[in-house]
């Protein structure tokens, strides 16, 4: 099976790579790599979420040969929920679990408007939320390079809402810091709305990012609904 990995806003394909030898051997683990940062960096920032999940489900296509699983931390989540309906409608297939991590329901998503008050306002946010990689912006020139990418997740991140959503047809698997300060269980809970194959919540410890020190227990976990899916 291969485990598809849909970064946060502002985040990496690297956020991923302790992620490629934690499972076993019947486990391979790939993160997408959205424009406008690393080695794609030259590339220009997509706007919007169908965007960027027509993006990733283009560079999915050479990966649809074996069963997939798709796993979306914070904005990354959305991106899973609207991947997983493209692969369902445009090439019938059916991920054998939809993971999301850290975000409100396609529904329940509420408008934000940080994308529209400067970089400061951005960058204070991204530090209220904690994770490792807010580190770069502590270096002028790296900050430099990454706020482009940045200013364009978070508006995608403030302009995307799904009304009326759509139910997935795989089994959805939710999970969330017990002291995250904006994504509550209630949040997490209502992605049972738009899970027809089925819908399991765990609560783990941490802030937004508990998938760093509780990087064990998750891998397990995940490890074991995909060995049973």
Request: net charge negative; aromatic share 8%; hydrophobic share 40%.
């Amino acid at each position: 099976m291969r485990l598809i990995c849909l970064p946060h806003a502002g985040g990496t394909a690297s956020f991923f790579r302790s992620w490629a030898g934690a499972f076993g051997g019947g486990v391979e683990v790939l993160s997408a790599r959205y424009p406008g940062r690393q080695d794609r960096i030259a590339e220009p920032c997509l706007e919007s979420m169908a965007a960027l999940a027509d993006a990733v489900v283009e560079g999915l296509r050479p990966f649809l040969d074996r069963p997939l699983a798709l796993f979306g931390h914070s904005m990354g989540a959305s991106v899973a929920y609207e991947v997983a309906l493209r692969l369902e409608d445009q090439y019938g297939v059916r991920p054998q679990g939809l993971y999301v991590s850290s975000r409100a329901a396609p529904h329940r998503v509420a408008p934000s408007s940080v994308h529209l008050q400067g970089d400061e306002a951005i960058i204070e946010h991204v530090r209220g939320l904690g994770g490792s990689d807010t580190a770069v912006l502590d270096d002028p020139d790296l900050r430099e390079l990454v706020m482009p990418a940045i200013r364009s997740d978070f508006r995608i991140v403030g302009t995307y809402r799904a009304p009326s959503p759509i139910p997935v047809r795989c089994p959805i698997f939710a999970y969330v810091g017990d002291r995250d300060p904006n994504v509550g269980t209630a949040d997490m809970e209502a992605w049972s709305e738009v899970a027809a194959g089925g819908f399991a919540l765990r609560v783990l410890p941490g802030d937004h990012f508990y998938l760093v020190p509780q990087q064990g227990d998750l891998i397990r976990d995940l490890e074991s609904r995909m060995a049973s899916s």
